[in-house]
């Protein structure tokens, strides 16, 4: 039976088919396809890090840490884009990102919550 580190292990062989893919011209769509698929199971096996690492440290230590590396993906794509010169690129990120960590996660916290208790006091 596959479980899911079984699936995330096998998805890390788009790790080097990605890179294999850009150094041998396959093609813009086939690069983009492999390079995706090989940052699902690196972030999912950063996640699982970030867990770990937040049960010795303490729960203040921890969210910063799990925050900080829940956008590493988004910090990592900044830098590059920063360094070709992408600043508009950049600017629309940082403010997609923010809208959609409003909107998406409050959003969706408050859904839940209200599904559960019908009145909420903060």
Known sequence: ???????????????PLSLAAEYQDWGATIVFVTAGLAIVPLAAF???????????VGPNLGGLLNATFGNATELILAF???KEGL???????????IISNLLLVMG??????????????F
């Open 108 to 121: 969706f916290s408050m859904f839940l919550g209200g599904l559960r208790y019908k009145r909420a006091e």
């Open 87 to 97: 600043i508009e690129v950049v600017k629309a990120t940082i403010t997609g990102s």
């Open 46 to 56: 950063m996640g699982a890090a970030t867990e770990e690492i937040a049960v010795v």
């Open 1 to 15: 039976m596959l479980n899911r580190n079984t699936v995330f292990l096998v998805m890390l062989l788009f790790v």
């Open 80 to 82: 590059i884009a920063l």
